[in-house]
């Protein structure tokens, strides 16, 4: 139902609305356009890798390894920049697109043509491209002054008004949700999410789909990873570490179910802002970044059982309507 | 050209289709001929071939020798697509439909209609074209409702459409009228006769007599991969089409042996689950088979999976006595204690654990029972399996052997065997012979009867007439979640028990 | 589908059985054997590259490091085969770690803080089973969740400290001898473990009802099995188990840090899998998974021993994971396909 839908992200947006005005009340400063606008700024590369989980996910899958596949491209353009300082920058960006795209292959061939379950495929590439950036970095890392400037600004400038991170995460949101929803395409992620059986009967390629999917979300990835070095100015072993959780944080809060077949790009969205809000406020009522894990897993869980509780009421208010 | 040079009127004519599996001969030599503006029956048991031939027909099979002919052209359908592109759509149960989308992109998923350069999706079309495509059909349905809250029968009807979408030429139902109400099915029949008078073609899998009777032109029997024959519709008297079904007289098919009925064991009291069914009152004595008839839909299935515990009864939801006493079965494990034992309908799902071996599937029931303090006894078990499988007679190499390379008539047997094994004293049986070939099917009937003689109470729930009429001591029909009525042997005619089930007062 | 069944003829089963060659060809075949051909490699080649390799007191030194993790695969072995999986073992570690920090900077003894370990892994792998059985939610969201909520309470607490003050018994738990041999305490705690486990999953109703649900739980169901029970009484060992495990770890490091134990769930889960358990549930046994275990013991030591950093030996735990899904496939068709042709040439 698409009452439904609208239902569940309005209360998102009531959610965040309340959230924001009871921290502002105690702390005036949060409110402040240059805070919010931070916040976004902070949130865009969430939004950005939950898209793309997002449409993992609603193929029935999920992509453990996108911590590591921002690591590795990060590491592996931050040195790029550290020897050869002279590649253009758009060319760079390029490359950090293409090397998503090779990781975000190589975990679809795992996974549409050797049929491996894709969290056990993304558990394995997790540590695997983990490690490989130990490999290429031997333990050191890129530090801000072996970053030429024009790397290092690269997300900071704003020559349309808006940061070049936020408008990347701005055209990752507006392709995505076109892709969703005015493509066929899009639509058969849909439909393999919904029934896959059924799918392969209306002739849609599962090994197809469930190919693109992770390549979306690869160069997803690559793009994220040299805007994660390239913002925070380092390039380190951990870069990135845990952060696959958050954006299955915000993909199940923002209303996709983990059995796959729903979700919308706002939800995602929503749940990817709650998220940037819960962890920007920490630093403001005093609660030290460490909670941070703590208060995603908690979210995590509370999302999942208010969204099963959600549907079995639902059922069960079907089930009544029927005639007897 | 056609081989034989004749000319025809027919749209699908398969000629010789044989299909083998692995010590399986599913379709020998069959021929079935669909003529344009027609609606065609596809009779014959369970088991007996019709889904196969429809697998084979709409691509999703290929058959092992034979002919299809298109319009007179010879062609082979090597994948869905191609048969759909030769405008055939099946129209199959639940297997098909995306829960989570709508009505709309359900019907035009695999085939989005998109436009402008850009080739973005045309959501308006597609849901103007749905909306008249329902409107045809006088469906009040709407394109955006999400399917998940659309009932079976509404599902149905969108599985049409969608057929309709792709402008099909023959549209294939398999046992069109099985989860629908007696006013959803008289919708159905309004569907087909535009269908024909579309000049399309109408292929339904039934057994069910009723439909066959009520909208069918022309009827083609299967009877254990075989073809038996076919005719016009009227003119052909219904104890005809059940001997071509059955091969034999009702008598030989169902070996009853009078058993002696005693004292009353089970109780039902007004049982009701709401939206599912409602005031079900009955009682069941030693030594007596009571065949519970209805379309499915009529709450048959899920009365017995509550005396089953498979879903407790809520408060208010009526009283079931045992032997007089009243019991509140909570769980199959309680149910089990309390000397039941559920024979399911989905065999493979819910009947037989197919992964493991027959051993371990006859003993599971009865596996604390047969332990010590927690610990398996090998020989315990060896002991039972030894005696139940072959009390059933189940055909095996060796115990040990996994139950998913028995046939579909020994799995059954496995599970009447690990049933058997409690010892129950009320067996409840949900399509025991859906699937099963017919030699095994007379075994079971005969095993229902002996069983019967040895004082078991047996609930049969059966969706097949002559099984009904064949073994049942008493009858309880349900309607819309009902008792719509509950027959005596001598009483159950096959036109009282279907009017019973269609909801007409007799 | 027409379900006319022509049983396996009695001839062709009884000149199965009786094939010799044909019997061997079974055994060698099965997964658990080849995974023993691949240990014994594994022991060859590096015994081989390191001088070091073979010496008594260096291998069973080197059980110290995996031990704990394999107490761990124990319970996952059942979780898996229920058809479930639990990703928050490891948080669920350092979770009791730090309840055991804390009790111990509050001045508990040894004693105490082994039942603050056992209790709080047991209590978590409650909470855990409690989600995922009470609001059917599948175990892979549940516990992605909960591994997330357990560490991060731990980083909460102690953020970028730790505790490290530990009663001195304690130590004993995670580095002692038995008496004046070499066998290292967790060694032989764990093999007893093994035992139990091994008895339980294969010789009890328990595991008997295990193998039903992972392999299909609607049929167990109605087959009388107490589904729900089973599932959840398997997580809450799940969590028992990570709690003793963290017990013997903390004893072992003497210290507890946010970051204990990061990323063994990889492990774990790998070695369950390598041990020929099936992901979907259902197959598999305990002897594979402990060859599993040893194996990927022994493999890092052996890289030990050859200098390979810590991180690049996670390359190859995740390289191995994927060929171990892949492995048991492969092994099967070919298995199949080798015994069909022996079968249809005439039993051998």
């Given amino acids: 139902m698409k009452r439904l839908l609208k239902r569940r992200e309005l209360t998102l947006v009531l959610v965040i609305a309340v959230l924001v005005a009871a921290i502002s009340l105690r702390h005036p400063a949060f409110l402040r356009a240059s805070n919010l606008y931070d916040i976004l700024d902070d949130t865009a590369i969430l939004f950005m890798v939950a898209i793309g989980q997002m449409m993992v996910i609603v193929t029935g899958g999920i992509d453990l390894s996108v911590s590591s596949g921002i690591a590795l491209v990060g590491m592996s353009v931050g040195m790029l920049n550290q020897y050869y300082p002279g590649i253009p920058i758009a060319l760079i960006v390029l490359i950090s697109m293409a090397m998503g795209f090779v990781l975000g292959a190589s975990n679809g061939l795992l996974i549409s043509q050797a049929g491996i379950p894709p969290i056990i495929a993304t558990l394995g590439t997790l540590s695997i491209y983990r490690g490989f950036v130990f490999v290429l970095s031997r333990g050191e890392w890129v530090s801000a002054h072996e970053m030429s400037a024009a790397f290092r600004e690269l997300p900071r400038a704003a020559p349309l008004g808006i940061t070049n991170l936020l408008l990347c995460a701005v055209l990752v949101t507006v392709l995505a949700a076109l892709f969703l929803t005015l493509t066929r395409t899009g639509r058969e992620i849909y439909g393999v999410g919904g029934n896959r059986v059924a799918a392969r009967y209306v002739g849609i390629s599962l090994k197809r789909i469930d190919f693109l999917v992770f390549t979306v979300s690869g160069v997803i990835v690559g793009l994220s990873g040299l805007l994660w070095v390239a913002r925070y100015a380092s390039a380190q072993n951990e870069t990135a570490a845990g952060f696959h959780l958050p954006t299955i944080a915000a993909c199940v809060i923002g209303g996709v179910s983990i059995l796959g077949g729903t979700g919308t790009v706002p939800g995602v969205i929503l749940g990817a802002l709650f998220l940037g809000i819960v962890i920007n406020a920490l630093p403001v009522i005093n609660l030290s970044p460490f909670y941070q894990m703590a208060i995603q897993g908690f979210v995590i869980l509370a999302a999942i059982v208010v969204n099963t509780l959600v549907d079995q009421r639902n059922q069960r208010l079907m089930l009544r309507k029927r005639v007897l | 050209m056609y081989p034989g040079g004749e000319v025809s009127d027919s749209i699908l004519e398969c000629r010789k289709i044989r299909k083998d599996f692995p010590g399986i001969t599913a379709l020998d030599e069959v021929d079935f001929k669909v003529r344009t503006g027609e609606v065609h029956a596809l009779i014959g048991e369970n088991g007996a071939g019709k889904s196969t031939l429809v697998k084979i027909v709409t691509g999703i099979l290929q058959p092992s020798s034979g002919t299809i002919a298109h319009r007179g052209q010879v062609v082979e359908f090597r994948t869905p697509l191609a048969s759909q592109a030769a405008g055939i759509a099946a129209i199959h149960q639940e297997a098909s439909m995306f829960p989570e989308l709508s009505v709309t992109e359900n019907i035009y998923m695999g085939h989005h209609l998109a436009g402008g350069r850009a080739r973005l999706l045309d959501w308006r079309a597609m849901r103007a074209r749905t909306r008249s495509l329902l409107q045809r059909l006088e469906l009040d349905i709407d394109p955006d409702t999400t399917v998940r809250d659309l009932s079976v029968a509404e599902r149905h009807m969108v599985e049409i459409v969608k057929a309709l979408s792709l402008d099909a030429q023959i549209v294939i139902m398999d046992e069109p009228t099985s989860a629908l109400s007696l006013r959803e099915v008289r919708d159905l029949y309004k569907i087909i006769r535009q269908l024909r008078a579309e000049g399309r073609a109408v292929v339904f899998i039934s057994h069910k007599f009723e439909d066959i009777y009520e909208i069918a032109d022309h009827f083609t029997v299967l009877r254990d991969g075989r073809y038996v024959g076919e005719g016009p519709v009227s003119g052909t008297a219904i104890d005809e089409i059940i001997q071509m079904m059955v091969g034999r007289s009702l008598k030989q098919m169902f070996p009853k042996t009078q058993a002696a009925i005693g004292e009353t064991v089970l109780e039902a009291d007004m049982l009701s689950r709401p939206g599912v069914f409602r005031d079900v009152s009955f009682q069941l004595r030693r030594g007596e088979i009571m065949g519970v008839f209805g379309l499915v839909g009529s709450g048959r299935s899920e009365v017995m999976q509550a005396l089953f515990g498979i879903e407790a009864l809520g408060s208010g939801g009526g009283t079931i006595r045992i032997k007089g006493r009243e019991v509140r079965v909570s769980s199959p494990a309680r149910a089990k204690a309390h000397g039941i034992a559920y024979i399911p309908e989905d065999r493979q799902l819910q009947g037989a654990i197919v992964g493991m071996s027959i051993r371990d599937n006859v003993t599971l029931p009865m596996v604390d029972r047969l332990s010590t303090i927690g610990v398996l006894n090998r020989r315990r078990e060896e002991a039972v399996t030894e005696e139940y499988g072959r009390r059933m007679e189940v055909k095996a190499a060796g115990w040990e052997q996994p139950v998913a390379s028995l046939s579909g008539g020994n799995q059954q047997k496995v599970v009447l065997a690990k049933w058997l094994a409690t010892r129950p004293e009320i067996l409840i049986m949900d399509e025991p012979t859906k699937g099963i070939d017919v030699a095994t099917k007379a075994k079971v009937h005969e095993f229902i009867s002996r069983l019967a003689g040895e004082g078991l109470a047996i609930l049969l729930v059966s969706s097949e007439l002559p099984e009904i009429l064949g073994m049942a001591d008493t009858v309880l029909v349900m309607h819309e979640g009902r008792v719509a009525a509950r027959l005596e042997r001598a009483e159950a005619t096959a036109e009282r028990l279907i009017r019973a089930a269609l909801g007409e007062n007799s | ?348």
């Fill in chain 3, 1 to 348: 589908m027409a379900e006319q069944g022509k049983p396996v003829p009695p001839e062709a089963a009884a000149a199965q059985r009786s094939s010799g060659s044909l019997q061997i060809l079974k055994v060698l075949t099965r997964w658990e054997v080849i995974l023993l051909l691949i240990f014994l490699v594994v022991i060859g080649v590096s015994a081989g590259v390191s001088p070091y390799f073979l010496d008594l007191f260096n291998i069973m030194n080197t059980t110290f490091n995996f031990m704990e993790k394999a107490m761990v695969a124990l319970p996952m072995t059942l979780v898996i085969l229920c058809g479930d999986i639990d990703i928050s073992v490891a948080g669920i570690m350092a979770l009791a770690s730090l309840l055991m920090g804390a009790a111990s900077a509050a001045g508990a003894g040894a004693g105490a803080l082994v039942l603050i370990g056992l209790g709080t892994g047991a209590a978590a792998g409650l909470l855990n089973g409690l989600l995922i059985v009470r609001f059917s939610i599948p175990s892979i969201a549940v516990t992605i969740g909960s591994m997330s909520l357990f560490r991060g309470i731990a980083y909460a607490v102690l953020g970028d400290k730790a505790y490290t003050r530990y009663p001195k018994g304690f130590a004993y738990l995670g580095q002692g001898y038995v008496g004046d041999t070499l066998v290292p305490f967790e060694l032989l705690l764990f093999v007893l473990l093994a035992v139990l486990f091994g008895l339980l999953l294969h010789r009890t109703t328990f595991g008997r009802k295990v193998y039903a649900i992972g392999n299909n739980a609607t049929a167990a169901r109605f087959s009388g099995v107490p589904v729900r029970t089973v599932r959840l009484l398997v997580f809450c060992l799940s969590g028992l188990m990570s709690g003793l495990a963290s017990v013997l770890l903390t004893s072992r490091i003497g210290s507890t840090r946010p970051n204990i134990a990061e990323g063994w769930e990889l492990e774990i889960i790998t070695t369950v899998v390598l041990g020929g358990v099936a992901i979907s549930g259902g197959q598999g046994n305990l002897f594979g998974v402990i060859v599993g275990i040893f194996l990927i013991g022994f493999l890092k030591f052996g890289m030990g021993l050859i200098n390979v950093p810590g991180v690049v030996m996670n390359i190859v735990i995740g390289f191995l994971l994927i060929i171990a899904i892949l492995l048991p496939g492969s092994v099967g068709r070919l298995r199949n396909r080798l015994l069909l042709r022996r079968q249809l040439r005439g039993g051998g």
